[in-house]
């Protein structure tokens, strides 16, 4: 593309690192020692159909700004109606990006303008900004690049260096998709399930008696016996562990963990199934569920994320007419300490038994979750997550834990993404915010260059692919 009176894109190539010319150089020095290292991707929600498939992406909107809520909740809040960017139906997909690029400058600031300048810029080599005048011209550059075979998804799983790809995965799916990638010799990396049981741990929820169906269906158990529902769990995992899984994700509203005896926890059960449980002892229910959960971590290995604190779907209209997972969750103020006690007192010793803690809270970091990770052999802590996944929320995460915890109870970076061609930029922005951070570090005299070095490239390489790896399994896409 050509740019003579248009605003140039180009991003710059030292962004995020240090505006001081004395930790910069070395910052630089230590971000270009980890800039190409291969992406080991251990939570996100980019669906292995898409490889699977390796189907052309449809067009510019679809790619980059409808599945992308980040992106569409900034429109949203700004009065642009949901359906106008491809949610709840067919839209024109031009005219979609036209409403993307004619609010560009909304973005000014965020992280997801980070993301998109590169992602732009990089992968498509637009080299103007978007804005209501230029809206045509990329959409048919981006468009022209879509029909060629080195964009379609696996020549851009190559291109952006992935390795490992961790997909998010309801507990009844089949994974063939998984298991048809697996056998392919011609894919070049691993994509593996993670296992999500959400929806089967609340009685409360909308659903919960019909996922508990699906998922007898699925074991041949009888599902609405509380001990026959916990062993078609283990049989889900086991056949997520065959598939390559290494990991659970649990998105829970609190921390709490609180175990029942068999008895009451049947006998609450049984009344979810009738629809009789309250409120208090369907939350009792969920508690004892998540301390289910490690159990069973305890007992095959499969690493647990924990994803708490956050308000699903706050605007219920929104819910009711676009499905969730559209812009509108919302942090909430979250304790681990006294919510995980039991469940840590249980398994936080445990040889076979490994947590990783995730917050959208970051009063949580200093308080909570780092003085947990500095005693408990078995927490690990989660990066910064959502709406922290930013620079100068990394930053604060790494001041707030390092002291406490060090650098090697954190657990590297996730992207937690739907959207596929942001995985190279927002892993390029941690590995950029963590140069900084270690060189700032150095200039203080508190740890080495050489120090810095090694800690720069645990972090980006080491520390994920060991957190995430089963404990005692045989996965080698995780290896």
Request: charged content about 25%; hydrophobic content about 40%; some cysteine.
């Amino acid at each position: 593309m050509t740019a003579t009176t248009k605003t140039l894109l180009s991003p710059h190539p030292d962004r995020l690192l240090p505006a001081d010319p004395s930790l910069r150089t070395l910052a630089r020095t230590l971000y270009e020692s980890v800039a190409d290292a291969r992406i080991f991707s251990p939570h996100g929600h980019v669906d292995a159909q898409v490889l699977l498939g390796d189907e052309p992406f449809p067009d510019p909107a679809a790619l980059l700004v409808t599945p992308d809520h980040y992106v569409t909740r900034v429109m949203h809040s700004l009065g642009v109606g949901l359906d106008q960017l491809g949610l709840g139906g067919p839209v024109e997909p031009r005219g979609v990006w036209r409403t993307f690029c004619t609010h560009w400058d909304a973005y000014l600031g965020t992280a997801s303008r980070y993301w998109l300048e590169v992602e732009l810029y990089d992968i498509f080599g637009i080299d103007v900004q978007p804005s209501a005048e230029t809206a045509d011209e990329i959409f048919d550059e981006i468009a022209a690049r879509l029909a060629e075979p080195a964009y379609r998804p696996r020549a851009l799983f190559q291109q952006f260096g992935i390795d490992v790809l961790a997909t998010t995965d309801d507990p009844v799916a089949d994974l063939s998709a998984h298991a048809a990638l697996a056998a392919d010799d011609d894919f070049p990396g691993a994509v593996v399930p993670t296992f999500r049981p959400d929806r089967f741990v609340d009685p409360s929820a909308d659903g919960w008696q019909r996922a508990v169906s699906e998922l007898g269906e699925v074991t041949g158990r009888d599902t609405n016996r509380m001990s026959e529902f916990l062993d078609a769990l283990r049989d889900r995992r086991r056949h997520f562990i065959e598939r390559g899984g290494s990991a659970t994700d649990h998105g829970t509203a609190d921390t709490g963990s609180q175990p029942l005896s068999a008895s009451d926890a049947a006998s609450l059960h049984s009344k979810g199934i009738a629809g009789t449980i309250s409120a208090e002892e369907a939350t009792a229910y969920r508690r004892n569920m998540l301390f289910e959960m490690a159990r069973m971590s305890s007992e095959d290995g499969l690493v647990m994320q924990l994803h708490p604190g956050v308000l699903r779907n706050h605007h219920r209209p929104t819910q009711r007419a676009f499905g969730s997972d559209t812009g509108h969750d919302i942090p909430t103020l979250t304790g681990f300490a006294a919510g995980l006690r039991p469940m840590l007192e249980e398994f936080g010793t445990h040889p076979r038994f490994r947590i990783v803690l995730f917050t959208v809270d970051e009063t949580a970091f200093a308080r909570d979750i780092a003085p947990l990770a500095g005693f408990y052999p078995s927490v690990f802590i989660g990066a910064p997550w959502w709406f922290l996944d930013a620079p100068d929320a990394i930053s604060r995460f790494r001041t707030a834990v390092t002291e406490t915890a060090g650098f090697y109870k954190t657990a590297g970076f996730v992207d937690d993404t739907r959207a596929f061609c942001s995985i190279p930029a927002r892993h390029d922005l941690s590995r950029r915010v963590e140069a900084s951070y270690l060189a700032r570090l150095v200039a203080e005299h508190r740890i080495s260059e050489a120090d810095a070095h090694r800690i720069i490239h645990d972090v980006v390489v080491t520390l994920p692919r060991h957190v995430f790896t089963r404990i005692d399994g045989a996965d080698p896409g995780m290896a």
